[in-house]
């Protein structure tokens, strides 16, 4: 910078850059249903990986098991790769074809 500039640069309104805190984006794990992994097996998947007491595990699962697929929690994108991993990965553990996905919400 010249001597010019430097001193021109006093006569600038300098404006603080205001901090820019984006909420990160949201994803919903889902739930999908099939004929086959019994109702028992998916309240307890509920119970373990979501945290949900009996009476809520076992509301999803009915709704999972009703309409086809139902949200089973919200969260930033790697806890819910976590959690979708822990499900498919308990489930073929035991042999069943429960599935769960996630989508951007
Ligand atoms: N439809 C399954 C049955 O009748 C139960 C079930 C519910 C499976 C929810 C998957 O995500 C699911 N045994």
Redesign the pocket.
């Known amino acids: 910078m010249t001597e010019e500039q430097h001193k021109a640069n006093h006569d600038l309104a300098v404006e603080e850059a205001r901090p820019k805190l984006k909420r990160p984006p949201l994803y919903q794990v889902v ?9 028992e097996f ?1 309240v307890e998947v509920l119970e373990k990986v979501f945290g949900m007491d009996r009476s809520r595990a076992t509301r999803i ?1 009915l709704e ?2 009703t309409r086809g697929k ?1 949200v089973c929690g919200i969260y930033t994108y790697e806890i819910a790769e976590t959690k979708v991993a822990q499900v498919n990965s308990y489930s073929r553990q035991h042999q069943h074809p ?1 599935l769960c996905t996630m989508e951007e919400s």
């Open positions: 739930l999908l249903n099939d004929d086959f992994t019994p109702m998916v699962m999972v098991h139902g429960l």
